[in-house]
T-cell receptor, first 109, second 114 residues
Framework: GQNIDQPTEMTATEGAIVQINCTYQTSGFNGLFWYQQHAGEAPTFLSYNVLDGLEEKGRFSSFLSRSKGYSYLLLKELQMKDSASYLCAVRDRDYKLSFGAGTTVTVRA | IAGITQAPTSQILAAGRRMTLRCTQDMRHNAMYWYRQDLGLGLRLIHYSNTAGTTGKGEVPDGYSVSRANTDDFPLTLASAVPSQTSVYFC?????????????FGPGTRLTVL
């Protein structure tokens, strides 16, 4: 099974940078995902890491260290529309995802 | 249809009643999943199907059943609903073809069991 931890809430100012950390313990690692979920909506895919290092996609970047069981999602140049929950998910060797409880990010003007 | 649809959008149900949540995808994805999402607990896998004709149990399968008669549809049935099954239910699908194999989520069904 998987044990996935991420902070419950974070607040940041518009235009700033926020880093959301995720730690995990896994019985069979096969990739880490970040999803964004706006209130009342479905989760949508943001990023995927399977090898160590940084993956950059526009204003969003995700980092993975498999040896440390650690990932972070970096949101740059924050916009009001980035206010949402961010879900860290670990995939096992059977291609099933286990999700953390999510981090609610509030962007203030 | 584009992507994944779920029905109903929301439902209030008396305890003890039977309920089927519907999920249909038009992406010809091999795998489909049912999750429930509860405050503070995140998304938890109920059941999954890697291909038509097969199903498997997830983390919280008790009280739920699924079937996968064809590629597109994956209904979730609550045989006798209980208040602890009050939740938001999301259906998802993926190609199950290696690599990122992103899961795509439906809009969700908000279920209240009284």
């Amino acid at each position: 099974g998987q044990n996935i931890d991420q902070p419950t809430e974070m607040t940041a100012t518009e235009g700033a940078i926020v880093q959301i950390n995720c730690t995990y313990q896994t019985s069979g690692f096969n990739g880490l995902f970040w999803y964004q979920q706006h209130a009342g909506e479905a989760p949508t895919f943001l990023s995927y890491n399977v090898l160590d290092g940084l993956e950059e996609k526009g204003r969003f970047s995700s980092f993975l260290s498999r040896s440390k069981g650690y990932s972070y999602l970096l949101l740059k140049e924050l916009q009001m529309k980035d206010s949402a929950s961010y879900l860290c998910a670990v995939r096992d060797r059977d291609y099933k995802l286990s999700f953390g409880a999510g981090t609610t990010v509030t962007v203030r003007a | 249809i584009a992507g994944i649809t779920q029905a109903p959008t929301s439902q209030i149900l008396a305890a003890g009643r039977r309920m089927t949540l519907r999920c249909t995808q038009d992406m010809r994805h091999n795998a489909m999943y049912w999750y429930r999402q509860d405050l503070g607990l995140g998304l938890r896998l109920i059941h999954y199907s890697n291909t038509a004709g097969t199903t498997g149990k997830g983390e919280v399968p008790d009280g739920y059943s699924v079937s996968r008669a064809n590629t597109d549809d994956f209904p979730l049935t609550l045989a006798s609903a209980v208040p602890s099954q009050t939740s938001v239910y999301f259906c998802a699908s993926s190609k199950l073809a290696g690599g990122p194999d992103t899961q795509y989520f439906g809009p969700g069904t908000r279920l209240t069991v009284l």
